[in-house]
Nanobody, 128 residues
Framework: QVQVVESGGGLVQAGESLTLSCTVT???????????LGWFRQVSGKEREGVAC????????YYPHSDKARFTISRDNVKNSVALQIRRLKPEDTAMYYC??????????????????WGQGILVNVSS
């Protein structure tokens, strides 16, 4: 089974930057670069929304969020990790953030429906 573990959340002040990290352990026999990766977020009572995704090599990134200029996703295929940097944090960024992985052949768009493996989520709380 693929294991996905997020870290780096917490309470931050508006205007600051924050980097979330995620480590992904592939299933036996698979490699880390067999997976596309993504970051999603969810506020209670709302649908999970895509924030940023990256393809297997890191060469292609996808930012479906309307405020895309504040987000940067990057992956390290040596360390089996993916990071999400969020700049100029706003109170409306407060949410549970989820890291997710999916086999490359299944990845079509930065939407939760394309992702098979999920972390438990990490809370980011932005104070004004």
């Amino acid at each position: 089974q693929v294991q996905v573990v997020e870290s780096g959340g917490g309470l931050v002040q508006a205007g600051e930057s924050l980097t979330l990290s995620c480590t992904v352990t592939p299933k036996p026999g698979a490699n880390f670069d067999d997976y596309a990766l993504g970051w999603f977020r969810q506020v209670s009572g709302k649908e999970r929304e895509g924030v940023a995704c990256v393809n297997w090599s890191g060469g292609n990134t996808y930012y479906p969020h309307s405020d895309k200029a504040r987000f940067t996703i990057s992956r390290d295929n040596v360390k089996n990790s993916v990071a999400l940097q969020i700049r100029r944090l706003k109170p409306e960024d407060t949410a549970m953030y989820y890291c997710a992985a999916t086999p490359t052949y299944k990845f079509d768009y930065c939407s939760a429906s394309f992702f098979d493996y999920w972390g438990q989520g990490i809370l980011v709380n932005v104070s004004s």
